[in-house]
């Protein structure tokens, strides 16, 4: 299984943007999602966090721009970025953890997968 995101590419200041990250192949449940990037010249930061009882947490620098939801029944992950800012530009990763089948789940034996990453870039 792998994490396959899609979505990022350029945009202008003031607009929005969504990327999406879902698994390779068919999995039971998605258990734990989270969102990185790595801006140039510095080291891959968590931005955005989503848990398996659905709380979601953001790094203060994106709390209010940054949602990042869950679509159960694609098991699919979003990262919605709103009022974009050059200062987003990055290679934003999704890491899943992931549950690949009912036994899995039921034994408590998630996988943990991430993406490729996926360019962002934001012109002024």
């Known amino acids: 299984v792998q994490a396959v995101e899609s979505g990022g590419g350029l945009a202008q200041a003031g607009g929005s943007l969504r990327l999406s990250c879902a698994a390779s192949e068919s999995i039971y449940a998605v258990n734990v999602a989270r969102w990185y990037r790595q801006r140039p010249g510095e080291q891959r930061e968590l931005v955005a966090s989503l848990l398996n009882d659905h709380m979601t947490i953001y790094t203060d620098s994106v709390e209010g721009r940054f949602t990042i939801t869950l679509d159960d029944t694609a098991n699919t992950v979003h990262l919605r970025i709103e009022s974009l800012e050059p200062g987003d530009t990055a290679v934003y990763y999704c890491?899943?953890?992931?549950?690949?089948?009912?036994?899995?789940?039921?034994?408590?034996?998630?996988?943990?997968?991430w993406g490729q990453g996926t360019q962002v870039t934001v012109s002024s």
């Open positions: 890491y899943l953890n992931v549950w690949y089948s009912l036994v899995a789940a039921q034994k408590k034996s998630p996988i943990s997968v």
